[in-house]
């Protein structure tokens, strides 16, 4: 059969011919994408920046000190005027909560950028040295982990005597272990790759190779590490301050409530209540969405 124009009949046009292509996607949109699909990660999401929110603006609006005693109205429950109730000195819960949340969020989140910078260039370079120094540094990382770490975390804040900045340096020296072990195992699996070998051969520096073309190839796994390390460290606070170890008096941390709760529990339970909850809240939702994050950046999950 032989084929000619009459042969064939035009389609209309309805648009433009590439109207049906899916446009192209970078990677952080694509994790967006997938993050904003994931339900839970994404209330987690709003549950965080609502509780910083709060922390935030929320005493400053109210106008009232987290120390402002009033004994006329000592252990009052909760009421419209009073949210949360008050404590044995006629202070506010509800703002002490807030400022507790400020000091509590502060800890977590600075121990863990004390923990991304340790951790990525302490197992970065592990990693990227390999041989005898890789083993060494492993070696040590070894030696620390066969101590438990709230151990050392106990003994440093008993040496360096309770308050907040000696708290962040105690979180800050004990928990960048995990994340070293994290990136040094990616920068194993990646300092062979060709761009690698490219930048050798174009003379780039260690640090160069490591921080310009390594680390941010490793970006996935280490906001992961980050975000699951938050609620770790206010876990940690709470627990040091609920033993006397953690801030002082009259700083108001979760786990300085918490401890002042335990206190009078059977006859005021909320006194515990509310911090416990907060404690419990903010933990759930860092952990949820940092399940989320390992989702999202994971490219073997891409659809």
Aim: aromatic share 10%; hydrophobic share 50%.
């Amino acid at each position: 059969m032989e084929l000619n124009s009459d042969s064939f009949t035009p389609l209309a046009r309805t648009g433009s011919p590439f109207s049906a292509i899916r446009p192209s996607a970078t990677y952080s949109q694509d994790a967006w994408r997938r993050l904003k699909k994931n339900k839970l990660a994404m209330i987690s999401l709003y549950v965080i920046l609502f509780i910083v929110t709060a922390a935030i603006i929320g005493p400053w609006l109210s106008g009232q000190s987290y120390s402002d005693q009033n004994l006329s109205l000592t252990n009052k429950p909760p009421s419209a005027e009073h949210w949360f109730g008050t404590d044995n000195l006629g202070r506010d819960l509800f703002i002490r909560v807030l400022y507790g949340a400020r000091i509590s969020l502060a800890i977590g989140v600075v121990a863990s950028l004390i923990n991304l910078t340790i951790g990525v260039v302490y197992g970065g370079l592990a990693g990227l040295l390999g041989g005898r120094t890789d083993r060494i540094m492993m070696n040590i990382i070894d030696i620390l982990y066969g101590i438990p770490v709230l151990l050392y975390v106990i003994l440093l804040m008993v040496v360096l005597k309770p308050g907040l900045t000696n708290i962040f340096i105690a979180l800050g020296i004990a928990y960048w272990l995990g994340m070293a072990r994290i990136v040094r195992g990616q920068i194993l699996s990646l300092k062979e790759q060709e761009y690698v070998l490219a930048a050798r051969t174009l003379g780039a520096s260690t640090w160069r190779i490591l921080l310009r073309h390594l680390v941010p190839n490793c970006m996935g796994p280490i906001i992961i590490t980050m975000t699951l390390a938050i609620p770790e460290a206010i876990f940690t606070e709470a627990f040091l301050s609920f033993i006397g170890l953690g801030v002082a008096a009259p700083m108001a941390s979760w786990g300085v409530l918490a401890s002042e709760g335990v206190t009078s529990l059977r006859s005021y339970p909320f006194q515990l209540f509310f911090p416990a909850l907060a404690i419990s809240i903010t933990m759930l939702a860092f952990n949820f969405l940092g399940d989320g994050l390992r989702d999202a950046l994971d490219p073997r999950v891409r659809r």
